[in-house]
Antibody, heavy 117, light 111 residues
Framework: QVQLVESGGGVVQPGGSLRLSCAAS????????MHWVRQAPGKGLEWVAYITSDGRGDHYTDSVRDRFIISRDTSTNTLFLQMNSLRGEDTAVYYC??????????WGQGTLVIVSS | QSALTQPASVSGSPGQSITISCTGT?????????VSWYQQHPGKAPKLMIY???NRPSGVSNRFSGSKSGNTASLTISGLQAEDGADYYC???????????FGGGTKLTVL
């Protein structure tokens, strides 16, 4: 069965960096595009980033472009989100999700990132 | 890119039908058939309920259906059950600078 397991969240000071990971299993990772979606406490879902199946293309929401980098390692079936210059408004649960038919068919359980001094 | 517009809350009694709307523009909902809907229970990850406007993934009850007219997509839940109480989000592909956009979410209360 498809499993997505995020890790790497935690508390970080404003301006700091954090790298999230998402371990994928149960499907052919190299054949599927992937997304990161976040949810601030008590708020709605916000799409963050997307990477193509071959890792050669990516897209970002405006507020994180030039600060976040999405990447993937096919040899370990792992998706990453490198987050730099973190701000308070980046505080959220971050979900990785598998792309399917322009939507997201499987989601991880999420990892919490708190940006605070 | 502005979020798609959803009602903050809707409610219905068991057995009834409800519809949640999702309004965008010609750059997103109206321009593409790439609208999906997600159900999220408190503390849980979202679950895909509808993709490509009208399609149900395997395992999703046929009580859930999707449609679209112009710039507005809709999710209809028929034969409401207590377990349908959750937050629902629409999502659309968009020609804007950020290719995907979510709605603000709708809290469904089953009375």
């Amino acid at each position: 069965q498809v499993q997505l397991v995020e890790s790497g969240g935690g508390v970080v000071q404003p301006g700091g960096s954090l790298r999230l990971s998402c371990a994928a299993s149960g499907f052919t990772f190299s054949s599927n595009a992937m997304h990161w979606v976040r949810q601030a406490p008590g708020k709605g879902l916000e799409w963050v980033a997307y990477i193509t199946s071959d890792g050669r293309g990516d897209h970002y929401t405006d507020s994180v472009r030039d600060r976040f980098i999405i990447s993937r390692d096919t040899s370990t079936n792992t998706l990453f989100l490198q987050m730099n210059s973190l701000r308070g408004e980046d505080t959220a649960v971050y979900y990785c999700a598998k792309d399917w038919n322009w939507g997201m068919d499987y989601w991880g359980q999420g990892t919490l990132v708190i940006v605070s001094s | 890119q502005s979020a798609l517009t959803q009602p903050a809350s809707v409610s219905g009694s068991p057995g009834q039908s409800i519809t949640i709307s999702c309004t965008g523009t010609t750059s997103d909902v109206g321009g593409y058939n790439h609208v999906s809907w997600y159900q999220q229970h408190p503390g849980k990850a979202p679950k895909l309920m509808i993709y490509e406007v009208t399609n149900r993934p395997s395992g999703v009850s046929n009580r859930f259906s999707g449609s679209k007219s112009g710039n507005t997509a809709s999710l209809t839940i028929s034969g409401l059950q207590a377990e349908d109480g959750a937050d629902y989000y629409c999502c659309s592909y968009t020609s804007g600078s950020s290719p995907w956009v979510f709605g603000g979410g709708t809290k469904l209360t089953v009375l």
